[in-house]
């Protein structure tokens, strides 16, 4: 299964802080996804990074990926009280067999 | 306007009963899917269902089954209800594969 494991589970840092997430995964992909969801709400697209790129950056957020580790990170910099959400990746096959997501990564950004 | 709604937000319901949760999206996708996240939070996907392939998680229970009337529509219909099936259901849609999924505001059952 395309599983995406992140890690932390939970992070709890201050406003102003930069956050780092990481995502691990099993098997082969064409691109990886991250989602944020806000207590209560549904997932909302972050950003996608496909397999043969290895740094992407939109807005204050920045990921990585290393497929070599099959490993994805999500910097959030200059973090918000507004952040505060769980964090999840999607690794993403041809077939789109993104079939268990994962606990997600909880962040909590305090004022 | 609101690209994937499902309805209802909030369903309650005795354990045995049939119920269903309708989804729409406007966006023009061509991929819907239904996810379960439980209460520990775990996202699972149950169905992925475009015009010509229904992809099925095997650990789904068959008293699960969607049905699309159309393109912009993936209901999800649930047979004889139990105390496990109390989750949020969400619904989301894509393009492509693999593409960005937009999702619904979910639906929280609760089966008492």
């Known amino acids: 299964s395309q599983q995406g494991e992140e890690d932390p589970q939970a992070l709890s840092i201050q406003e102003g802080e930069n956050a780092t997430m990481n995502c691990s995964y099993k098997?082969?992909?064409?691109?990886l996804q991250w989602y944020r969801q806000n207590s209560g709400r549904g997932l909302v697209h972050l950003i996608l990074i496909r397999s043969n790129e290895r740094e992407k950056h939109s807005g204050r957020l920045r990921v990585t990926l290393d497929t070599s580790k099959k490993s994805s990170s999500l910097l959030i910099t200059a973090s918000r009280a507004a952040d505060t959400a769980s964090y999840f990746c999607a690794p993403g096959a041809g077939n789109n067999r993104k079939l268990i997501w994962g606990l997600g990564t909880s962040l909590a950004v305090n004022p | 306007d609101t690209a994937v709604s499902q309805t209802p937000k909030y369903l309650v319901t005795q354990m045995g009963n049939d119920k269903s949760i309708k989804c729409e999206q406007n966006?023009?996708?061509?991929?819907m899917y239904w996810y379960k996240q439980d209460s520990k939070k775990f996202l699972k996907i149950m169905f992925s269902y475009n015009n010509k392939e229904l992809i099925i998680n095997e650990t789904v229970p068959n008293r699960f089954s969607p049905k699309s009337p159309d393109k912009a529509h993936l209901n999800l219909h649930i047979n004889s209800l139990e105390l496990g099936d109390s989750a949020v259901y969400f619904c989301a849609s894509s393009l492509a594969e693999s593409t960005e999924a937009f999702f619904g505001q979910g639906t929280r059952l609760t089966v008492v």
């Open positions: 966006l023009g996708h061509d991929t």
């Open positions: 098997t082969s992909i064409n691109n």
